[in-house]
């Protein structure tokens, strides 16, 4: 079936894809944010505007759509860059997703989420992208998102509302890696109402290594005995296992479910992309 913006999600069904049928919806397209490792910018570059007639295209999309899938926004841009404030797309795209009778899934590093809860509720949850809670390192490697401190903030305010997970995503060798700083994060994470955590390393393509290892030089080294893995640099799967361990046994411990996104190691959750959190009774029958 063709659509207008809505796209089925891993289209080209993936081995490492362990994600529910879905549906991916970008109401804006590229992303203000800036992350170094954005794997995004080898396809569509550094451009960023929002999608022009989105919203009623996305209608007339809705009409034809299966109800029995989640809408996932967004899965290769940011649904909330600061001028979301002004146009409302995605505001708009959330409207049209309830009136229609669909499951929605949040991906954002944003916080305008908060503003959208009253929408969200009841027929979604958010998952929110918190690589470190160092100020300083999330400057680096995302010059354009609000503060992760900003985000952890605005969970706090919404997760007694909506259901809220987190992608701790991705971890980088060397750099956001630490044991105690994982930890640590987890804590905060839990406390402040987060309930499924998903992770994976730093799955590198040449555009965005070449931004990692200008600001992180010992990457250069490391991703020489990386494998490449459809279109992607795998690290060997003994030292990815051993840099997602941490927050496996750490968000197990303290009681949140856990996935690895194209990995290709088994977890505990009921899914990798936190649609599980989608509250059921408002699931299609």
Known sequence: MRFEV?????????????????????PYTGCPFSCLYCYATSYIGKKFYPKKNFLERLECDLRKADRSKVINVSTSSDPYPPIEERLELTRGALKLIRDYG???LITTKGVLFERDADLIEGIGAIMVTITTLDEELARVMEPGAPSPLERLEAIKRVSHRVPVGVRID??????????????????????????????STY?????????????????KELYKSAVKVGGYLYLP?????????????????????????????????????????????????
């Open 170 to 199: 991705p971890v980088v060798p060397g750099v956001n890696d630490s044991e105690d700083d994982i930890k640590e994060m987890l804590k905060l994470l839990k406390n402040a109402g987060v309930k499924h955590v998903t992770t």
């Open 203 to 219: 799955k590198a393509k040449p555009d965005n290594l070449k931004r990692m290892t200008k600001a992180f030089p010992h990457l």
């Open 237 to 285: 799967e003994e030292l990815r296992r051993e840099l997602l361990r941490p927050v496996a046994e750490g968000a197990k411990r303290l009681g949140m479910s856990y996935a690895f996104c194209r990995e290709g190691f088994p977890f505990e959750a009921p899914s990798c992309d936190g649609s599980h959190l989608i509250p059921s009774k408002h699931l299609p029958s």
């Open 102 to 104: 669909f499951k929605v």
């Open 6 to 26: 809505l796209r089925e999600f891993d289209p080209w069904n993936g081995p490492l894809c362990t994600c529910p049928r879905k549906y991916s919806l970008q």
